[in-house]
């Protein structure tokens, strides 16, 4: 049975790998802030950005892992790309590298034999190639059009073994490459909802326009009713309260649940609504994002939200549809 064992041997580990990987990721700002790869990350970037087919990212082993995790990003932020793996490159998927595409082939060493058949094929068929390794006078380095070259650094295997640092700046590397392509290619939240409709990300992603209630679904009264008007649509309707437009469905006005308990122990409800709503209340956009909305309802203390479009009331929301659709 194993003994207790103590814990800060443990962390004190831990710790030590966090300090390696964070002088790596320092290693790569400070040669990122150096002309020679900063000049190859911004061609970089317009070979990919102005690419019309693909990126196909490729490499073998941890590489190869993060090579997919890279793919996997660029396609979530509206870079086509698609992972290759060497192997079954080399026995016909290269042909699903087609001249109009981008090839990013990630290895440290530059030296993996596996990836010589996808090079060569890009040499042939005068593919864009971009390699991203720390040798630049490896095969791979040799063989590209771009070659980005990462610092030397040590991993923080204590055998100096198991990629680890090495791994990070590359994973590091494709974020900042697809983080990039998004300001290169003016890619937008509404465009991030696109790709992400489901899960809590598409939720926050979501317009108001895509939740609100519209049409009759709207309470709203002329601002010529009665206080008895306004207290009936309310009634009729989920929201607790009424929009108060004019004869061109301009939101003039609010009435509320709570407007309507301090009026009706002191008013006549034949008085014109008017004399009692809220001027100018607080109003989103059909476009404004969902996690905004609930944002603006809490900092304004209120639950509902009437949506206007120029002026026009086009909708309403209520807290409780925004919370249904997994905002939070």
């Not at 082939?105 to 390794?133: H, P």
């Not at 809220?278 to 949506?307: D, Q």
Request: aromatic fraction near 4%; glycine fraction near 8%; charged fraction near 20%.
């Amino acid at each position: 049975m194993k003994t207790d064992v103590v814990p800060t041997r443990y962390s004190a580990s831990v710790l030590n790998t966090l300090d390696v990987e964070v002088q790596a990721l320092e290693a790569l700002r400070c040669a990122l802030q150096a002309p020679e790869l900063g000049a190859a990350i911004d061609r970089a970037i317009q070979a990919i950005a102005t690419t019309p087919g693909r990126v196909i990212v490729t490499g073998m082993g941890k590489s190869g892992h993060i090579a997919g995790k890279i793919a996997a990003t660029m396609r979530s932020t509206g870079t086509a790309a698609l992972y290759l793996h060497p192997g079954e490159a080399s026995h016909g998927d290269l042909g699903v590298i087609t001249s109009s595409d981008v090839v990013l082939a990630i290895t440290w060493s530059g030296e993996t034999s596996e990836l010589n058949d996808i090079l060569n094929y890009c040499r042939s068929a005068r593919v864009t190639l971009i390699v991203a390794t720390s040798d630049a006078n490896s095969t791979a380095a040799r063989a590209a059009d771009i070659c980005l070259t990462m610092p030397s650094v040590r991993e923080a295997c204590p055998y100096e073994l198991a990629p680890t640092s090495t791994t990070t700046l590359q994973l590091v590397l494709g974020d900042a490459l697809a983080v990039a392509l998004i300001q290169a290619r003016g890619f937008t939240a509404s465009d991030f909802h696109t790709f992400h409709p489901r899960g809590s990300l598409g939720a926050r992603l979501c317009t108001i326009g895509e939740i609100m209630g519209t049409g009759e679904a709207v309470p709203r009264v002329g601002r010529d009713a009665s206080l008895t008007s306004a207290t009936i649509e309310m009634s009729r309707k989920r929201y607790g309260c009424t929009a108060v437009v004019d004869e061109n469905e301009v939101l003039v006005g609010a009435f509320t649940d709570g407007d309507l308990r301090r009026c009706i122990a002191v008013y006549d409800l034949s008085d014109n609504i008017g004399l009692h709503m809220t001027v100018n209340p607080v109003t989103v956009g059909p476009n404004t994002l969902a996690s905004e909305a609930l944002r603006v309802m809490n900092e304004n203390a209120v639950s509902v939200l009437f949506v206007v479009d120029d002026r026009k009331l086009v909708g309403i929301v209520h807290m409780h549809d925004i919370v249904r659709r997994g905002v939070a």
